[in-house]
């Protein structure tokens, strides 16, 4: 069969959907063609040229295109679009074909699914679960590369993350938590764990400016660490939800002061404040962030 993927995303990281379903028809030997939304809604008569055609779309705000492709026969998936569909388990659980993006070096992959918090902005709860639990060992989707990406969202809040933890220094590779750790979960165990990696990059989040848990547990961490590469330590600070400017700063000045890298993450980018993106650009841009110390000078100098 001939079979098309559509990554509707197209931005820097490969659909870990797609790669298992390529996986899965390559090992029927079927052919298998990669193209963006934009090269699918160019192609004339999409539908008659494949026997089967998927698109992926993971972040919200396509939905013109998915209509589009939705028209062109494609079989749409993925949290971004309206539909909500399961893969079958012998495709969730097979080793990802990286092959697909021509990724050699990296492993992409979930340990775990779900998150207890219920954070209000945040549609992991909804989606997976209000409970962290394992999907996978490490060895269903790593097979030796260089750099594992993890996708977890909560993966300290699993009850069997010390195993996986341990799965993941085993491996010997470089690995980055993409998703952001939960420093309030952080103790001395699994950051025993954690220092036993290879870390390429942590993430953490501090979301919420009122809670002090998060910023006692990152300076214990600081304290506990064997990571001292503060550019190795990020930290996502969410703006434009329920914080105010002096707020957001206060965060963003204490990381940097504390050893970490404030990344600051906009909710309702679009609609969000001027000053809001300004501040976002200052900080996210680590040549002037750490230039200019101060906002106040950043907002001054660009008016
Ligand atoms: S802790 Fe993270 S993953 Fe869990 S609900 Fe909050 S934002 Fe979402």
């Given at each position: 069969m001939k079979i098309a993927l559509v990554d509707v995303d197209s931005h820097n990281f490969p659909n870990l959907v797609l790669m298992k379903l390529s996986a899965w028809h390559k090992n029927f030997g079927d052919e298998v063609t990669l193209m963006s939304a934009e090269t699918a809604l160019q192609e004339e008569n999409l539908i008659f040229k494949y026997d089967k055609i998927y698109g992926a779309c993971v972040?919200?705000?396509?939905e013109e295109i998915l209509n589009e492709l939705e028209k062109r026969g494609v079989h749409l998936g993925g949290t971004g679009t309206r539909y909500r569909e399961i893969l079958p388990y012998e495709i969730e659980h097979i080793m990802p074909d990286?092959?697909?993006?021509?990724?050699?070096d990296t492993a992409y992959g979930f340990l775990t699914r779900g998150c207890?918090?219920?954070?209000?902005?945040?549609?992991v709860g909804q989606k997976e679960g209000r409970k962290s639990y394992k999907v996978a060992d490490v060895s269903e989707w790593w097979d030796g590369q260089e750099n594992i990406k993890l996708i977890d969202p909560?993966?300290?809040?699993?009850?069997?993350h010390l195993d996986l933890l341990k799965q993941l220094a085993e491996t010997g590779a470089y690995v980055?938590?993409?998703?952001?750790?939960?420093?309030?979960?952080?103790?001395a165990k699994n950051i025993e764990l954690i220092n036993e990696l290879k870390i390429k990059n942590l993430h953490f989040t501090w979301d919420n400016p009122r809670d002090n848990f998060t910023k006692s547990a990152l300076e214990n961490f600081k304290k506990l660490?064997?990571?001292?590469?503060?550019?190795?330590m990020i930290v996502y600070v969410l703006v434009n939800y329920w914080s105010n400017l002096k707020e957001d700063l206060y965060r963003i000045y204490w990381l940097r002061e504390n050893g970490f890298e404030p990344y600051v993450m906009v909710y309702d980018k679009i609609n969000a404040p001027k000053q809001i993106t300004k501040m976002q650009r200052w900080v996210n841009n680590r040549r002037i962030f750490n230039v200019v110390k101060n906002f106040e000078d950043y907002d001054t100098r660009i008016g």
């Open positions: 972040f919200s705000g396509h990286y092959s697909l993006y021509g990724i050699t207890p918090r219920g954070c209000s902005f945040c549609l909560n993966l300290l809040a699993c009850s069997e980055d938590i993409t998703q952001g750790l939960d420093a309030r979960l952080l103790t660490s064997k990571v001292k590469d503060r550019r190795k």
